[in-house]
């Protein structure tokens, strides 16, 4: 339903490279779930797919994904991409580089990189940064 419901509002930003869904600032009806990274990469899919299929684009678009903020102020964030072999995740490369360029208070195992979590007040900033690099990159 929280899927859904993101479309329906449209809480999104389409740029040529990706797309951002950015849910910081809203409530939804599943937000205990989406403190997972794996539920989130999920509803990340989920949404790419539903854009494929609804004939909007040719190609499957990488999609950056910002769950509500949590009790701590932090916000997690994912970044979802078909990759196909041999190509790499060029995404979770574009997270590392653009929380760093920008100083954000930003926490992330080294496995995924493009898992992380970000405090809500560099949102705005990391995501400004990120279309910068994965312009030059996707």
């Known amino acids: 339903t929280d899927?859904?419901?993101?479309?329906a509002q449209r809480?999104?930003?389409n740029f040529r490279s990706f797309r951002v869904f950015d849910?910081?600032?809203?409530k939804l009806t599943n937000?205990?779930?989406l403190v997972h990274p794996v539920a989130l990469q999920r509803m990340a899919e989920f949404l790419q797919e539903q854009?494929?299929?609804?004939?909007?684009?040719?190609?499957?678009?990488?999609?950056?994904?910002?769950?509500p903020k949590d009790e701590?102020?932090?916000?997690?964030?994912?970044?979802?991409?078909?990759?196909t072999p041999g190509e790499g995740n060029k995404l979770g490369s574009a997270f590392v580089q653009a929380a760093e360029d920008v100083g954000a208070?930003?926490?992330?195992?080294?496995f995924d990189t493009s898992v992380m979590e970000i405090m809500a007040n560099d949102v705005?900033?990391?995501?400004?940064?990120?279309?910068?690099?994965?312009s030059e990159i996707l």
């Open 105 to 110: 208070q930003s926490w992330h195992d080294l």
């Open 72 to 83: 701590s102020g932090r916000c997690l964030v994912v970044g979802y991409q078909v990759c």
């Open 124 to 134: 705005e900033r990391f995501k400004a940064e990120l279309l910068r690099i994965a």
């Open 31 to 33: 937000q205990n779930l």
């Open 51 to 67: 854009y494929y299929h609804q004939g909007q684009t040719s190609k499957r678009k990488p999609v950056v994904l910002v769950a």
């Open 23 to 26: 849910l910081s600032e809203h």
């Open 3 to 7: 899927g859904g419901a993101v479309i």
């Open 11 to 13: 809480l999104y930003h």
